[in-house]
Nanobody, 118 residues
Framework: VQLQASGGGLVQAGDSLRLSCAAS????????KAWFRQTPGKEREFVAS????????IYTDSVKGRFTISRDNAKNTVYLQMNSLKSEDTAVYYC????????????WGQGTQVTVSS
């Protein structure tokens, strides 16, 4: 089982990016997938999650109204559309799958760097 995250890059404040996380190895049907982010010296922070079956989404307050998490069942891929990016969104973004507890996931992607210049 592998999660491959992509789509990060260097953008200016106000720009948009879309992150992708493709799962391989087996399909996750009834599963919660999420995005986290981390900056140097800080703990990993929850960003958003989506329930694969119900499509229920949850966002951390700082990204509500700007970020949208979605999934493509046929491609076994979860996306994070990030609009109106701010410098404080700069971080390494990680995707995660198969929630086993609050904030605890069994599978993690390798991370993709998002840098927002002000």
């Amino acid at each position: 089982v592998q999660l491959q995250a992509s789509g990060g890059g260097l953008v200016q404040a106000g720009d948009s990016l879309r992150l992708s996380c493709a799962a391989s190895g087996r399909a996750f049907s009834n599963d919660v997938k999420a995005w986290f982010r981390q900056t140097p010296g800080k703990e990993r922070e929850f960003v958003a999650s989506i329930d694969w079956r119900s499509l229920t989404t949850i966002y951390t307050d700082s990204v509500k109204g700007r970020f949208t998490i979605s999934r493509d069942n046929a491609k076994n891929t979860v996306y994070l559309q990030m609009n109106s990016l701010k410098s404080e969104d700069t971080a390494v973004y990680y995707c995660a799958a198969q929630r086993v507890g609050p904030g605890i996931y069994k599978y993690w992607g390798q991370g993709t760097q998002v840098t927002v210049s002000s």
